[in-house]
């Protein structure tokens, strides 16, 4: 009997049309456009602006974009995992919401929270219903609105994120394509270094966490940076090794858009030149959840059928990972 993988067959993406530069920042915060290229190799990132929109308006253009290239009705999908941070709602589902918006009637789904690491373990989870039999068409959606829990007057976070979704659907494959190997890790001990208290069980929204800012991203730079230099280089090393995969085999390591200075770091450990990394950092930010779809939309035109891909993530919580995906058209 011959081992079915999951492969990704189609990858869409969508951004919002506002861009908020650097310099506009500037008006905003104490900052400036060479610090912030310098620490992080941001140069712009874009903002979803209009009453009523939440993340799954950034989500809805992408499947339907990813829909009609595949060539398939939303009909026809059969679960939805919608990998993010910044759901429109806390109940129900955002996944579920999009599905209505969509008309994805045949499909059950729901949320996943990873922060930044969530479309990895999202395509790792989807994979798993692939591989056994249980469905044929899973779409993973990775995508957050940032702006709607970042404090604008907080130069050290508010220059980092943007907002912006992307989707990749996942179909089985006979023919040895597809999502290959992961290593996934999470230490809940990171929670005090980068989190969101305010409206949870232990912090629910009131007056006073409005008031002390609980309802913002909060980040401690210094030991959030260690740790994600740390902990995807080591992941990305650790899938190479293990798939006894030499630098020349690798197509394109796909890593997280947090800071320039972690993706370089993640680029040594496994081997792989700058010119095999795709980086769209400088023109979305950390999009959280669609950092890595986003990528892979930027890039899809470039890659080839057989191509060695090497995923890496690091997220709040924390949260970490990496994926060996060979591409599957």
């Known amino acids: 009997m011959q081992k079915i993988n999951a492969a990704i067959t189609a990858v869409h993406g969508y951004v919002p049309d506002y861009v908020l530069t650097n310099h506009e920042l500037e008006t905003m915060v104490d900052t400036n456009d060479e610090w912030i290229t310098t620490r992080t ?6 903002i979803l602006k209009g009453e009523g929109l939440a993340t799954s308006d950034l989500a809805v253009p992408a499947v339907l974009g990813l829909l009609e290239k ?6 026809e999908i059969d679960l939805i995992i919608f990998c993010t941070s910044t759901p429109d709602m806390p109940i129900p589902a955002t996944a579920n919401i999009l599905a209505h918006k969509i008309g994805a009637v045949n499909a059950w789904g ?3 929270q990873a922060a930044c690491s969530g479309f990895v373990f999202g395509l ?3 994979a798993q219903f692939i591989e056994s039999g249980k ?6 959606v990775g995508g ?3 702006s709607s829990i970042v404090n604008y007057a907080d130069r050290a976070t508010c220059i980092l994120f943007g907002d912006g979704c992307g989707a990749a659907l996942l179909e089985p494959n006979s023919e040895g394509y597809g999502i290959l190997d992961s290593v996934l890790k999470s230490d809940g001990a990171g929670s005090q270094s980068l989190h969101l208290q305010g409206g949870g069980s232990l912090y629910p929204a009131s007056a006073e966490t409005i008031a002390d800012s609980r ?5 401690e730079g210094q030991t959030v940076f260690k740790s994600a230099v740390r902990s995807m280089a080591d992941v990305a090393g650790e899938i190479v090794e293990r798939n006894n995969l030499k630098p020349e085999d690798i197509a394109w390591l796909v890593p997280h858009q947090a800071n320039k200075r972690i993706i370089d770091a993640t680029a040594n450990r496994a081997g792989v030149p700058p010119e095999k990394v795709m980086i769209n950092i400088d023109r979305y930010g950390n999009t959280t959840n669609g950092t ?9 035109s470039k890659l080839k059928k057989g191509d060695n891909l090497v995923v890496a993530a690091f997220g709040g919580g924390f949260t970490w990972g990496a994926l060996y995906i060979k591409w599957a058209y």
């Open 215 to 219: 309802h913002y991203v909060y980040q």
């Open 41 to 46: 190799g941001i140069k712009e990132r874009r």
């Open 135 to 140: 469905h044929k068409k899973v779409l993973v």
């Open 70 to 75: 595949r060539g398939i009705g939303a009909e």
């Open 110 to 112: 729901y949320d996943l």
């Open 144 to 146: 957050d609105k940032m």
């Open 124 to 126: 790792t989870t989807g």
């Open 292 to 300: 890595i779809p986003l990528c892979l939309w930027d890039w899809e």
